[in-house]
């Protein structure tokens, strides 16, 4: 029997808008995943620990709000505290490419910015996802 | 790593108290490898309190969920919450979105959540929701709670699933009256209308009454309870009511029928489950035009070595303890 994806679509931080991680999560959805939304206003700590329960494939954090600099590395360094690395973390948001270029280094595997098609996004996230779980089974 | 060996590397996670032990062996049984696991761990179980919560879409079930969730806490167990959302029939995906109503437990360490997609199963539990279960009874969490939308079998199978059945309802709404119709009544051990801040809350509480009234209840009578699950409010006693339950299945000895139930449940679904796959393969093989739908049934049953049963005796669930008056 073979398991669908599992992902997480979090929002971090004051960052009340959530249209685009909902377009995002029925994206996922309709590509057979199972999509799982934290809803607003997460720590890193609770999306990763999200993350850790569900026993997720993956982790996509939108974020609108101009804090990027800050939440994405701080999610970065939660997986490797939990020793959860294998778990794929990719965003996307209102994010300048230099900046984009910067989170990438520091370790986001992917960065989306807005008008990034949904097809690229679903088939970054099948098949960054699909390696992690021939890995971990 | 083969199999057998990530299975033992995942015992040692397990039994070394992980989250992520528990988290990947949960993912183990939803993936139809958890025999060896459970057959590890089962002599553990059977130590939690298991809570269903059924109930129409909307009515509170997750708010419900998370303020009994602090509750438990309060008195210093350990909690467990399995909420089930349906997978899309067409692409197999689901959305969870539950959690949204749990988040301030997301850090809690003695508090652990799963969401599970049904995946096509039939009565609106996942395949994997009993596993899940005896997972994480065998993890040593104290009390877990499932949350299921009530739509047709699932309130049937969480009440053979739990020791006690929590149905939820709201007011000014159709669904739950249509719910109360639809047989409901007969496996609550506790009602709850949520949202009592609601004006019609009330009308509900005297249309359960009533409705109730026409029912016989052998031994438990279900206790009835409003709660705003927003405030809190009616929490202490909803979880007053639980326990109310818990000790008369204690002192009546049922409770050892209860645990029985809920094993004859898992043991139905694992057989049925694969019954239904060999019944898959017959009926692609075996179906051919020509003869009757009877004589085609016939066939498929006998290729199983089963000679077809006459009879009509109705199929009555155990668990079911109340009649309509007059009718039994
Ligand atoms: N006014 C009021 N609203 C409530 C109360 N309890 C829950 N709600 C609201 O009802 C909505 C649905 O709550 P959930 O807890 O998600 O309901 P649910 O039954 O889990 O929903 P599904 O899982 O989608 O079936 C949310 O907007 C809650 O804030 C209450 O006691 N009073
Ligand atoms: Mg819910």
């Known amino acids: 029997m073979s398991r669908p994806l599992r992902v997480i679509i979090a929002k971090a931080g004051l960052d009340g808008h959530d249209r685009g991680a909902k377009v995002i999560a029925r994206a996922l959805r309709d590509a057979g995943m199972e999509v799982i939304y934290t809803g607003l206003f997460q720590t890193p700590e609770q999306i990763v620990q999200t993350a850790i329960q569900e026993d997720a494939d993956g982790i996509g954090l939108s974020i609108l709000s101009g804090a990027h600099m800050t939440l994405f590395p701080l999610i970065v360094e939660q997986l490797k505290a939990q020793g959860a690395q294998d778990i794929v973390f990719f965003g996307g948001g209102t994010i300048p490419p230099e900046d984009a270029d910067e989170l990438r280094r520091r370790g986001v595997q992917a960065i989306f910015t807005p008008g990034a098609p949904l097809s690229e996004i679903v088939s970054f996230v099948e098949h960054e996802c699909g390696k992690r779980r021939e890995l971990v089974g | ?328």
Not at chain 2, 103 to 125: P, W, Y
Not at chain 2, 126 to 143: E, N, R, S, Y
Not at chain 2, 144 to 169: C, D, F, K, N, W
């Open chain 2, 1 to 328: 790593m083969n199999d057998t060996d990530a299975g033992a590397a995942l015992l040692r996670q397990f039994e070394a108290r992980s989250p992520r032990g528990l988290a990947r062996a949960i993912s183990y049984a939803e993936s139809g490898r958890g025999a060896q696991l459970i057959r590890h761990l089962f002599a553990r179980t059977g130590r939690s309190m298991t809570i269903g919560l059924t109930g129409p879409p909307g009515v509170g079930k997750s708010t419900l969920s998370s303020a009994l969730v602090r509750k438990a806490r309060s008195l210093g167990k350990t909690v467990g919450v399995v909420s089930v959302d349906p997978s899309s029939p067409f692409s197999h995906g689901a959305l969870l979105g539950d959690r949204i109503r749990l988040t301030e437990h997301f850090t809690d360490s003695g508090v652990f959540i799963r969401s599970m997609a049904s995946r096509g199963h039939l009565g609106g539990l996942a395949g994997a929701t009993a596993d899940a279960v005896l997972l994480m009874d065998a993890f040593g969490l104290d009390v877990i709670l499932i949350e299921t939308v009530g739509v047709g079998q699932s309130e049937i199978e969480i009440a053979e699933l739990a020791h006690t059945t929590i149905v939820a309802l709201q007011p000014g709404s159709g669904d739950s009256i249509q719910v109360l119709k639809a047989g409901i009544m007969e496996v609550a051990d506790v009602f709850v209308v949520n949202k009592k801040d609601h004006p019609m809350a009330n009308q509900l509480k005297r249309e359960i009454r009533s409705m109730m009234e026409m029912l016989d209840f052998s031994g438990w009578v279900p206790e009835l309870v409003m709660t705003q699950a927003t405030s809190g409010e009616g929490i202490d006693e909803l979880w007053a009511a639980i326990e109310n339950h818990v000790a008369y299945l204690q002192k009546s000895g049922e409770m050892a029928e209860k645990r029985l139930e809920a094993f004859t449940h898992q043991v139905r679904q694992l057989a049925l489950g694969h019954l239904q796959r060999k019944l898959e393969r017959e009926l692609r093989s075996k179906v051919a035009e020509g003869i009757d739908p009877y004589a085609a049934a016939d066939r498929v049953l006998q290729s199983f070595g089963v000679t077809p049963e006459g009879g009509d005796e109705p199929i009555r669930p155990p668990h079911v303890r109340a009649s309509v008056k007059g009718l039994m």
